[in-house]
T-cell receptor, first 116, second 113 residues
Framework: KQEVTQIPAALSVPEGENLVLNCSFT??????LQWFRQDPGKGLTSLLL?????REQTSGRLNASLDKSSGRSTLYIAASQPGDSATYLC???????????????FGQGTILTVHP | DTGVSQDPRHKITKRGQNVTFRCDPI?????LYWYRQTLGQGPEFLTY????????KSRLLSDRFSAERPKGSFSTLEIQRTEQGDSAMYLC???????????FGPGTRLTVL
């Protein structure tokens, strides 16, 4: 059974700092990995999606890397801003033909606070 | 299409009552997923549909829960005889087949008193 773990559970940083969020998964047979942002009481917003054949994806100040063989992904946020404060979730999707294909297995999230 | 929509956004009910939530997916998406998220946790898979067929149900979906997608478009999730442990955010997502990133709705926050 796939399990996803995120470290740290919470992170508080001053504005302008670069930071790294970590995600690990137990089964490397994944189709893709996705990072989401969730604001309090809201739904999920997709930030970056990395296919299993890719090593990284970038969008603006965000960069996500994937090391499938070791079961790890990192989300790098450059020059953090107070507006980045939210919960960040990583999720993996299983391979086609498998029981996990299509559905996502989530980590518990990292609560990020960026203070001015 | 403006995205996946869910109704209601918030629901407060008393223990023992029945509740029903609705999800309207992206129109061309044939897959629809339901997830449940409790406070401080990531979402957990409940069930999914491909068109009108319910293809998988998690063990989290007790017999008090039932989901339907009668015409392969919108879906409903009903909880009978609600319990305080049912209090959570119920999220719906849709995608075309199992590919792509899928899109999530804003969720329905259920509070059982």
């Amino acid at each position: 059974k796939q399990e996803v773990t995120q470290i740290p559970a919470a992170l508080s940083v001053p504005e302008g700092e670069n930071l790294v969020l970590n995600c690990s998964f137990t089964d490397s047979a994944i189709y893709n990995l996705q990072w989401f942002r969730q604001d309090p009481g809201k739904g999920l917003t997709s930030l970056l999606l990395i296919q299993s054949s890719q090593r990284e994806q970038t969008s603006g100040r965000l960069n996500a890397s994937l090391d499938k063989s070791s079961g790890r992904s990192t989300l790098y946020i450059a020059a953090s801003q107070p507006g980045d404060s939210a919960t960040y979730l990583c999720a993996v999707k299983g391979l086609p033909g498998g029981t996990s294909y299509g559905k996502l297995t989530f980590g518990q999230g990292t609560i990020l606070t960026v203070h001015p | 299409d403006t995205g996946v929509s869910q109704d209601p956004r918030h629901k407060i009910t008393k223990r023992g009552q029945n509740v029903t939530f609705r999800c309207d997916p992206i129109s061309e998406h044939n897959r629809l997923y339901w997830y449940r998220q409790t406070l401080g946790q990531g979402p957990e898979f409940l069930t999914y549909f491909q068109n009108e067929a319910q293809l998988e149900k998690s063990r989290l979906l007790s017999d008090r829960f039932s989901a339907e997608r009668p015409k392969g478009s919108f879906s409903t999730l009903e909880i009978q005889r609600t319990e305080q442990g049912d209090s959570a955010m119920y999220l719906c997502a849709s995608s075309f087949q199992g590919r792509g990133q899928g899109l999530f709705g804003p969720g329905t926050r259920l509070t059982v008193l």
